[in-house]
């Protein structure tokens, strides 16, 4: 076989649905013999995966937004590649960023859940919490690793797969030089410029709405009716890449609560009985009583009604993937369970770039798994024999259930409704439990590690079928990415329990001072009442349950738009905005070869600002760290700010736009 030399771009295909009878030839096609995992590569992936999980830990924990690793780890291969001469590097990267990117995913598993049990007064210790974020990592690789084919091969050019495309222009792009490198280069530096000065310094607001006119304060105090758009070059280059067609769907889920939902219960809860409102809500009516005016503002009936609208949609969404999906499932299983019988290694008769870790394999590693949660649960968590099987068959059932769930959100939106759907792991975990005689104290700890468990493990598949996608984008081996994501799990998990445990110590998690965590905060509201006794919010799941298989009937997608519910308007609506640039840069000629290559101008171009974005996150958190503080908040809270945030915006745009329609033929 000859030895893999990089091609000077993407095949053609790579993007679009293919045509019947047509395959796939990735960069580095089956019969090269690319060179992957090195000492170098393995060393590389493993400190990105310790700096990034504790960079993300503080992040996440300190302002409540984990950034996503992979972009970054992608970026800083690339200039280390480069920076030590080295060549033909694209086969290492990909390790790099496979392994590295398991920080992203496993701090965002564990920093949803865990330091609930902090605010609830419970403690954790280290094990417990690397534990279940190991634990949960792998359950999510194996889980997954079955349905990989599906999703990236059978699936190619169906889904936008948006952080999948960024990280992947980044990897090609580092590898080639030349004009492309440098274009991702220049667009990747305008929009971390632009970021960066939002984020640190505050010239302008991250986000505008309605209420920058007088008019748009009237409407939302009295009206309930809010409309607010993130101005940020990330956001932006995301719309730009999942497309027209889903950030409509997307933000269509967005309209209907912030337009009619929230301005309909706004108006009629101030007239409401606070004993009938309580049960809608979820909270108690001594609340009500007790914050009337900051309560009923739209932000809050968003959260309030909103979000759990969208979590009874997700939840359903998901149901109804599991059955779509079904056949699916069960010849993964089905292949699991012949080749395990038979001995046979498939994987070995497979061509290079469709070589999976054996089926005999990745059941030897689940059942282990199982076991191992199992001996967790029963000597480190619970006491009787049923409680702990109860709690490992929750965890097994749901994270294989919604795995694909949580798969094909990334594939289509790049934004993982881990939280939502682990919301309802700790409902039906808690029901669940209480039934077995669990509750108070120990039933809320047993809550939150279970949740743990099944979060990473939905968080991690979300993560590892970018990586998959890329590998099968660029002709990387499967299984070698699937056996090295092993190590970046464990180090990232091991990881992120010692961060943790340290800033528990140095801020907490209550008082004045403490960490902001508000995924960890809405679980714990959540479920002290289900464990302690409380009000909870059924009728709105089951409301957003009912929306979800309305949809699905009419033919729209319900975990689209039911992301869009849970997820806020400000980061939905500018999805719309990137995707109308993606239509009209791709729509001005009548020679269908000029929009292609304009098209792919662009989609360099908003790589270039996810990744600008991105990378200054991973700024943000280090300048956070050492509370160094150039924020000037009085400017940015003031109306002028959101005005110069508002033109600074439309510059971005013309700015993408502009350079996008510079494209040619021959690029």
Same mark, same amino acid.
């Given at each position: ?253 967005s309209c209907l609560v912030w337009f009619v939902i929230v301005p309909v219960v706004g108006s009629l809860a101030e007239a409401m009985d606070p004993a009938a409102l309580a049960p809608l809500l979820g909270i108690t009516s001594e609340k009500i009583l007790a914050e009337p005016s900051s309560l009923f503002t739209a932000e809050n009936l968003f959260t309030y009604i909103g979000k759990p609208i969208g979590i009874g949609g997700i939840a359903m969404a998901g149901i109804i993937g599991i059955v779509r999906q079904s056949k699916i499932i069960r010849q993964a299983v089905g292949l699991a369970v012949s080749e395990f019988g038979s001995g046979k290694k498939a994987g070995e008769t497979s061509e290079r770039t469709q070589r999976d870790l054996s089926m005999k394999r990745i059941l030897t590693i689940l059942v282990a798994t199982l076991l191992t949660i199992f001996i967790f649960f029963h000597f480190g968590l619970l006491d009787g024999w049923v409680q702990s099987i109860t ?45 077995? =005689? ?7 700890? $047993?809550? /939150?590690?279970? #949740? %743990?468990? *099944?979060?990473?493990?939905? +968080? ?103 992301? =869009? ?7 939905? $609506?500018? /999805?719309?905005? #990137? %995707?109308? *640039?993606?239509?009209?840069? +791709? ?81």
């Amino acid at each position: 076989m000859e030895q893999n030399k990089p091609q000077t771009s993407l095949p053609e295909n790579a993007y679009r649905e293919l045509k019947p009878g047509e395959e796939y030839t990735p960069l580095m096609p089956a019969s090269t013999t690319p060179v992957e995992v090195t000492p170098y590569s393995v060393t590389m992936g493993v400190v990105m995966a310790v700096i990034f999980s504790a960079a993300a830990a503080f992040l996440g924990l300190r302002v409540g937004q984990v950034f996503e690793a992979a972009i970054p780890i992608a970026i800083i291969a690339v200039g280390m590649g480069t920076l030590l001469g080295k060549k033909n590097m694209l086969g290492q990267n990909v390790i790099i960023q496979s392994i590295g990117a398991s920080s992203g995913v496993i701090v965002a598993g564990a920093i949803f859940t865990l330091p609930a049990l902090y605010i609830l007064g419970l403690d954790a210790a280290f094990w417990q919490v690397f534990l279940s974020s190991l634990f949960g990592g792998l359950l999510g690789i194996v889980l997954l690793i079955p349905f990989r084919k599906y999703f990236v091969k059978e699936m190619h050019g169906k889904y936008p797969f948006p952080e999948a495309t960024a990280t992947t222009e980044v990897l090609v792009s580092g590898e080639k030089g030349g004009n492309q490198a440098k274009l991702l280069a220049v667009a990747g530096l305008v929009g971390g410029l632009y970021d960066f000065l939002v984020g640190t310094f505050g010239l302008w607001t991250e986000s505008v709405s309605t209420r920058i006119c007088a008019w748009g304060q009237v409407a939302a105090d009295k009206f309930k009716v809010v409309f607010g758009l993130n101005t940020t070059a990330a956001v932006l280059g995301l719309g730009y890449i999942i497309g027209l067609k889903y950030a409509l769907i997307i933000t269509a889920g967005s309209c209907l609560v912030w337009f009619v939902i929230v301005p309909v219960v706004g108006s009629l809860a101030e007239a409401m009985d606070p004993a009938a409102l309580a049960p809608l809500l979820g909270i108690t009516s001594e609340k009500i009583l007790a914050e009337p005016s900051s309560l009923f503002t739209a932000e809050n009936l968003f959260t309030y009604i909103g979000k759990p609208i969208g979590i009874g949609g997700i939840a359903m969404a998901g149901i109804i993937g599991i059955v779509r999906q079904s056949k699916i499932i069960r010849q993964a299983v089905g292949l699991a369970v012949s080749e395990f019988g038979s001995g046979k290694k498939a994987g070995e008769t497979s061509e290079r770039t469709q070589r999976d870790l054996s089926m005999k394999r990745i059941l030897t590693i689940l059942v282990a798994t199982l076991l191992t949660i199992f001996i967790f649960f029963h000597f480190g968590l619970l006491d009787g024999w049923v409680q702990s099987i109860t709690a490992l068959l929750i965890v097994f059932v749901i994270s294989f259930l919604f795995t694909t769930v949580a798969a094909n959100a990334i594939a289509i939106v790049g934004t993982n409704p881990v939280s939502g759907m682990t919301l309802m792991t700790l409902i039906l975990s808690s029901l669940i439990l209480v039934s077995v =005689g669990l509750s108070g104290s120990t039933g809320m700890t $047993a809550a /939150l590690i279970i #949740g %743990g468990v *099944v979060c990473t493990a939905l +968080s991690m598949a979300g993560g590892f079928i970018t990586d998959l996608k890329i590998g099968y984008w660029l002709g990387t081996t499967p299984r070698k990415q699937e056996t090295w994501k092993f190590l970046g799990t464990f180090v990232s998990a091991a990881t992120v329990a010692g961060v943790m445990i340290i800033l528990n110590k140095s801020y907490g998690f209550v008082g004045e001072g403490a960490l902001v965590a508000p995924q960890a905060n809405a679980m714990a509201a959540v479920l002290q009442p289900l464990m302690t006794g409380g009000q909870t919010p059924w009728m709105l799941y089951f409301c957003g349950a009912a929306l979800a298989l309305v949809l699905t009937a009419i033919g729209v997608p319900a975990l689209a738009f039911a992301l =869009g519910m849970f997820i806020p308007m400000e980061l939905n $609506a500018p /999805l719309v905005v #990137g %995707g109308l *640039v993606a239509w009209f840069v +791709s729509n001005r000629s009548k020679d269908a070869a000029l929009n292609k290559a304009r098209f792919d101008r662009g989609t360099l171009i908003a790589s270039g600002f996810i990744a600008g974005g991105a990378l200054m996150g991973v700024v943000s958190a280090i300048l956070k760290f050492y509370e160094v503080d150039w924020f000037l908040s009085e400017w940015a809270s003031s109306n002028a700010a959101e005005w110069v945030g508002l033109v600074m915006y439309l510059v971005l745009i013309g700015y993408f736009i502009v350079h996008t329609l510079r494209a040619k033929k021959e690029e």
